[in-house]
């Protein structure tokens, strides 16, 4: 039985970053699933390995910490995952540290935000998002795609230089989430979707199709959310339309 346990809903998009990363790197751990749609977070048992309730989290023997991030560090660190994934080069491993500090307050937001908006309120409202909303949404995510193409991305196969690394992986599993939002980001963006291949083929196929598969679960889970849980979206939603 492995040391490391993670806790994780592959719905969620910090949670594939981890899970991508833990796989890629054939990092041993045990898989606990936490279904947020059906309040498994909110649990006494989950309090305890992460006391702000929500995934993923980490328990290591005694040990236990949340944020996806800083989990991706520390696998790193306990399992000294090969260089590319966080380079020990002094400046190449700042680019990954910029690009991580810069995706917690521009793409995880952008993303999360259009999530919500598009693909809750239907299920939580009764009624779509109207267009003015979505489109300004739209506009948010749209200048970001633009900075990670243009800014991060450049000529380079991938963020931060020749080789994977842990941003790419991050910024993925992000971006990805809003496929399930029936939105083609990438079709205004082919070097991003070029780097989405390159992605894809470094992280392995196979692990975006299991992420395809929990996006696709998330849809039939959306259709039956328990009443409290529909309660607990609507002041989420409230807060986004503000
Ligand atoms: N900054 C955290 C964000 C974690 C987070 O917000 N997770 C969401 C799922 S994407 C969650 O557990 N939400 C449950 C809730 O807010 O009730 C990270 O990167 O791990």
Redesign the pocket.
């Known amino acids: 039985m492995p040391d490391v346990a993670l806790y994780l809903d592959l719905a ?3 949670c594939r970053a981890v899970y991508f990363f833990a796989k890629a790197s054939k990092i041993p751990f045990k898989n606990n699933v936490v279904q ?1 749609l059906k309040g498994e ?1 909110l649990t006494e048992e989950f309090g305890k390995v992460n006391p702000s ?4 989290a980490l328990k290591d023997g005694d040990f236990t910490m ?4 800083a989990i991706i560090l520390y696998l790193v660190r306990k399992f000294k995952t090969p260089d590319h994934w966080y380079p020990s080069d002094l400046q190449k491993r700042a680019r990954v540290d910029e690009y991580l500090a810069w995706h917690l307050t521009n793409t995880r937001p952008g993303t999360y935000k259009l999530f919500w908006i598009k693909a809750m309120t239907p299920y939580v409202t009764g009624h779509e998002v109207t267009p003015e909303r979505l489109n300004a949404a739209l506009c948010e995510f749209k200048t970001i795609s633009t900075a990670i193409q243009d800014v991060f991305l450049q000529d380079k196969p991938f963020l931060v230089g020749d080789e994977v690394s842990i941003a790419d992986v991050v910024a993925m599993a992000d971006i990805g989430q809003t496929c399930i939002s029936g939105l083609d980001v990438f079709e205004d963006y082919p070097k991003l979707a070029a780097w989405r291949q390159r992605v894809k083929e470094a992280v392995g196929v196979e692990l975006f199709k299991e992420a395809q598969e929990a996006l696709t679960n998330l849809k039939e889970t959306q259709k039956e959310l328990p009443p409290e849980m529909k309660e607990k979206f609507k002041a989420k939603l409230d807060d986004f339309n503000r």
């Open positions: 969620s998009p910090p947020l977070h309730r929500k995934v993923p949340g944020e996806s991030n």
